[in-house]
């Protein structure tokens, strides 16, 4: 769908809220229309939008399963470095390596975390950029128009001031015409061609 079709679905949707009636502070709408018309909107927008939207949601699934599964093994790690204690006399090998696991999974963690940040930080500033082209199409868009309708109020207001002079020219033409008539048996001279009528 074009740009267009974003703009004309969000003006729907504003005029569907203007619609609504007012009860005390709330504003009752169409719950149905407005659910319709978000739905139009998501679908109306650019692919890039989209893909990006589900990107994010992808980075943020594969973030929290990744701290699930760095929770699960943090949590084996516990419980097998306390098994391990229970159950033999190198407490302090099992404890370093508990630690250790720790240690490397909360690193492992944290560096998935930045990279899910670094992409999505990318993906923000790039949706922004979108989102500044798109507006200043609008703009320039809106311009245009303008310029145009400018242009043909000129025309027209030309069209007017023409057929103004016309009409004084017209008046005045007449006004010497019937203004200015010569003694004649009739009293009506042709001032074309000066004859008598």
């Avoid at 973030?63 to 699960?72: I, L, M, P, S």
């Avoid at 993906?123 to 798109?134: F, M, N, S």
């Avoid at 507006?135 to 310029?147: C, D, H, K, N, S």
């Avoid at 003694?183 to 008598?196: A, E, H, I």
């Amino acid at each position: 769908m074009p740009q267009n079709g974003v703009y004309d679905l969000l003006k729907m949707l504003e005029i569907a809220l203007d619609e609504g009636y007012s009860v005390l502070k709330y504003t009752i709408v169409n719950k149905r229309e407005i659910e319709d018309l978000i739905d139009r909107i998501y679908a109306a927008l650019p692919n890039e939008v989209q893909e990006a939207r589900l990107f994010l949601k992808r980075k943020e699934e594969l973030q929290n399963e990744a701290q699930q599964k760095a929770a699960k093994i943090v949590q084996d790690a516990q419980a097998e470095a306390d098994r391990k204690l229970s159950e033999s006399d190198q407490i302090k090998a099992i404890e370093r390596e508990g630690v250790r696991i720790t240690n490397e999974v909360k690193d492992n963690c944290e560096k998935i975390k930045n990279i899910a940040i670094q992409d999505a930080d990318g993906i923000r500033l790039q949706a922004t950029d979108e989102a500044v082209k798109i507006r200043e199409g609008a703009e320039l868009y809106a311009e245009q128009v303008l310029t145009s309708l400018e242009g043909n109020l000129a025309q027209l207001q030309q069209v007017v001031k023409n057929g103004q002079i016309h009409l004084e020219q017209l008046r005045t033409d007449s006004v010497g015409k019937y203004s200015n008539p010569q003694d004649n048996s009739r009293g009506w001279v042709n001032n074309r061609d000066n004859k008598r009528l």
